[in-house]
């Protein structure tokens, strides 16, 4: 395992390829228990400006269980919330915390903070990204298949922070990955060109707007909302725009017969994903929650220098 001490995760091209994949067979590793980094006295600090369950617990337990500690520092309840800037607040933490989690809006934001903080920061979600939830998803395409290296994984549903993650993930891992969205809804362009970049010829990053030429083949099925935190408005519009993006039956027949179906959760049932495909024999998506927690750990042992 290489060493990620004191490295901060704001998005995944801060890492090579062979940090990430390093990551997950540490995952692995710790999800199986044969290794148990300790982190007694350690303090991890979740600056979190937007709602989450499963970040902000798998996160919590992930340090109870190495012996630290956690101090949740919601914005409403610390004076973030009242405008404090965050270089000020960055500077003060980092005498506090070993580490920090944020999830907040504004990549830049988090930028900033992590300029200023000597700690690591790492990235628990912003609009452009959310690296830790790829992590988890690699360790669950990990367990499913014995290996990434070859895999096709298809993305069908809006070119958002969830997309992102995965285009760069999946093409440090070499993974093949294909992401289908209507038309206007594609990822970001830098996003595509820095996959592209990151796969360096070992696999292919392909943009499409057509979801069943994606799912052809694919060994894993993965969607997300279509309106995400801070979008709740476009809802209504987006639903008639999205409604073909559905994973359903009739593309998860189109799939590789060992398919698997992933979805970052929460889920909006009856729309991005239907009861039937989040409930049938492919779904993966409940140990996919419960990954967070294992490669989350392997993170922060990992940044707070355990491996
Ligand atoms: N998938 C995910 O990040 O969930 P939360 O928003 O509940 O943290
Ligand atoms: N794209 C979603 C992911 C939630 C985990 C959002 O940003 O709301």
Same mark, same amino acid.
């Given at each position: !395992?290489?060493?990620l001490?004191? &490295?901060?995760?704001l998005?995944?091209?801060?890492?090579?390829?062979?940090?990430?994949?390093?990551?997950?067979?540490?995952?692995?590793e710790?999800?199986?228990?044969?290794q148990t +980094?300790?982190?007694?006295g350690k303090?991890?600090?979740?600056?979190?400006?937007?709602?989450?369950?499963?970040?902000?617990?798998?996160?919590?337990?992930a !340090?109870?269980? !190495?012996g630290?500690?956690?101090?949740d520092l919601?914005?409403s309840?610390?004076?973030?919330?009242?405008?404090? +800037?965050?270089?000020?607040?960055?500077?003060?933490?980092d005498r506090?915390?070993?580490?920090?989690?944020i999830?907040? %809006?504004?990549?830049?934001?988090?930028?900033?903070?992590?300029? &200023?903080?000597?700690? +690591?920061?790492?990235?628990a979600?912003?609009d452009?990204?959310?690296?830790?939830?790829t992590?988890?998803?690699l360790?669950?395409?990990?367990?499913?298949?014995?290996?990434?290296?070859?895999?096709?994984?298809t993305?069908?549903?809006?070119?958002?922070?969830?997309?992102?993650?995965?285009?760069?993930?999946?093409a440090?891992?070499?993974?093949?990955?294909?992401?289908?969205?209507?038309p206007n %809804?594609? +990822?970001?362009?830098?996003?595509?060109d820095?996959?592209?970049?990151?796969?360096?010829g070992?696999?292919?990053?392909?943009?499409t707007?057509?979801?069943?030429a994606?799912?052809?083949?694919a060994?894993?099925?993965?969607?997300?909302?279509?309106a995400?935190?801070?979008?709740?408005?476009?809802?209504?519009d &987006?639903?008639?725009?999205?409604?073909?993006?559905?994973?359903n039956?009739t593309l998860?027949?189109?799939a590789?017969p060992?398919?698997?179906?992933?979805?970052c959760?929460?889920?909006? &049932?009856?729309?991005?994903?239907?009861?039937e495909?989040?409930?049938?024999?492919?779904?993966r998506?409940w140990d996919?929650?419960?990954?967070?927690?294992?490669?989350q750990?392997? @993170? @922060?042992a990992?940044?707070?220098?355990?491996?």
């Amino acid at each position: !395992m290489i060493s990620l001490k004191g &490295r901060d995760l704001l998005t995944l091209g801060d890492l090579s390829a062979d940090e990430l994949t390093g990551l997950v067979d540490l995952a692995v590793e710790l999800k199986a228990g044969t290794q148990t +980094p300790r982190c007694p006295g350690k303090v991890l600090g979740l600056l979190f400006s937007k709602a989450s369950t499963r970040t902000r617990v798998s996160f919590s337990v992930a !340090m109870y269980q !190495m012996g630290g500690q956690v101090i949740d520092l919601n914005p409403s309840v610390t004076q973030v919330g009242r405008g404090e +800037p965050w270089i000020d607040t960055a500077r003060v933490l980092d005498r506090y915390l070993d580490v920090i989690a944020i999830r907040t %809006f504004e990549q830049n934001d988090l930028q900033i903070f992590a300029d &200023r903080a000597e700690i +690591p920061v790492i990235n628990a979600l912003t609009d452009l990204a959310h690296p830790c939830q790829t992590l988890a998803d690699l360790l669950t395409l990990k367990e499913s298949f014995g290996t990434l290296s070859g895999l096709t994984l298809t993305y069908i549903g809006d070119g958002n922070n969830v997309a992102h993650s995965l285009m760069l993930g999946c093409a440090l891992a070499g993974v093949n990955v294909r992401v289908a969205t209507p038309p206007n %809804f594609e +990822p970001l362009a830098e996003m595509t060109d820095r996959a592209r970049a990151l796969a360096n010829g070992n696999s292919e990053v392909i943009v499409t707007t057509d979801p069943k030429a994606a799912a052809q083949g694919a060994h894993a099925l993965y969607t997300d909302v279509w309106a995400s935190m801070g979008q709740e408005s476009e809802a209504d519009d &987006r639903a008639p725009i999205f409604a073909p993006y559905q994973i359903n039956h009739t593309l998860l027949d189109l799939a590789d017969p060992e398919a698997i179906v992933l979805h970052c959760l929460p889920a909006h &049932r009856g729309e991005e994903i239907t009861d039937e495909a989040m409930e049938g024999s492919h779904s993966r998506i409940w140990d996919q929650a419960e990954n967070r927690m294992h490669a989350q750990k392997a @993170l @922060l042992a990992s940044v707070l220098g355990l491996v």
